[in-house]
């Protein structure tokens, strides 16, 4: 029996490229329904429901305050496309990797499936410090003040 590197295929991770405009915070907002910080408390990686297959990370996060928007919760579900899960991953570029027990400033629109998903891809996730507290993160303080003078 001949083996055919086709079928080889599924084992290997896959990658998706796409570019992504470079966009400044104001932008980002603008795109945005709703701006958080939040700390990452738990991420899941799954198979996407369904008959189409793929593979999707369930990030939790914890909202410690909400700038723009809201999601109507102290908990927001974000959905970010690619993972590894039982020997198979999917690797989608410019899709940021949130980690757990971090926090990040999040621009964000409601997912189609449900939750929310990231604007801008890594630009969409700005990690800051822990507790997120302006006064000892000069990056934040900087982001903060940006996004209050943006224009609506």
């Known amino acids: ?12 991770p896959m990658r998706v490229d796409a570019a992504q405009m470079a966009l400044s915070p104001c932008a980002l907002q603008a795109l945005s329904s709703t701006v958080v910080l939040g700390e990452v408390a738990r991420r899941e990686v799954r198979w996407i429901p369904g008959g189409e297959g793929g593979i999707e990370t369930v990030v939790d996060v914890w909202i410690a ?3 723009k928007g809201g999601s109507g919760s102290e908990w927001a579900e974000v959905m970010l496309p690619g993972g590894e899960i039982d020997g198979f991953g999917f690797v989608v570029e410019d899709v940021p990797t949130l980690r757990t027990g971090r926090w990040y400033v999040l621009f964000l629109l409601p ?5 929310w998903s990231v604007v801008g891809g890594e630009q969409g996730a700005v990690p800051v410090r822990r507790g997120g507290d ?14 209050g003078s943006c224009n609506g």
């Open 1 to 12: 029996m001949r083996w055919s590197p086709l079928l080889l295929l599924p084992l290997l």
């Open 111 to 115: 997912a189609p499936q449900g939750g």
């Open 134 to 147: 302006s006064s000892e993160d000069p990056a934040l303080r900087r982001l903060l003040e940006t996004l």
């Open 65 to 67: 305050a909400t700038w």
